[in-house]
Nanobody, 128 residues
Framework: QVQLVESGGGLVQVGGSLRLSCAASGRTFSRYVMGWFRQAPGKEREFVASISWSGSLTYYADSVKGRFTISRDNAKNTVYLQMNSLKPEDTAVYYC?????????????????????WGQGTQVTVSS
C-alpha cells in the first residue's frame, strides 16, 4: 500500500512558477513509475507528466512540454513538478499517482487506469 500526499499548490499570476511535491509512504518508492495528472472543473482528468523508476526517462503532455519539469528523489520518497510560465489554462487540481507495473511508452503512461495509487490533489490557480 502506498500513500501519496501532494503539496505546493496555490494562487499564482500568469507567467509565474510553482513547484509541486508529492511525498510517498513505503519503502518501495523507487520501484514505482510516478505521474502527475490534473483535472479542471467540468473536464476529465488529464496526463501532465511521468517519470521512470530511476528518473532517467520522462514524458510530458504537449501542453506543458518546455514549461514543466518532473523529477524525483528516491532517497526522500518524493516526486516533484516544477511549473514555469504558468497560464490560466493550467488552473486545475493536480494529482500525483504511482504505478507498480507500467510499460514505459507515452501511450501507456498517459492512461489514468494504469496507475494504482493516487493522492488527494492540490489546487493550482493561475490568475490573469
Amino acid at each position: 500500500q502506498v500513500q501519496l500526499v501532494e503539496s505546493g499548490g496555490g494562487l499564482v499570476q500568469v507567467g509565474g512558477s510553482l513547484r509541486l511535491s508529492c511525498a510517498a509512504s513505503g519503502r518501495t518508492f523507487s520501484r514505482y513509475v510516478m505521474g502527475w495528472f490534473r483535472q479542471a472543473p467540468g473536464k476529465e482528468r488529464e496526463f501532465v507528466a511521468s517519470i521512470s523508476w530511476s528518473g532517467s526517462l520522462t514524458y510530458y503532455a504537449d501542453s506543458v512540454k518546455g514549461r514543466f519539469t518532473i523529477s524525483r528523489d528516491n532517497a526522500k520518497n518524493t516526486v516533484y513538478l516544477q511549473m514555469n510560465s504558468l497560464k490560466p489554462e493550467d488552473t486545475a487540481v493536480y494529482y500525483c499517482a504511482a504505478a507498480t507495473s507500467l510499460p514505459l511508452t507515452i501511450g501507456q503512461v498517459m492512461k489514468t487506469s494504469n496507475y494504482d495509487y493516487w493522492g488527494q490533489g492540490t489546487q493550482v490557480t493561475v490568475s490573469s
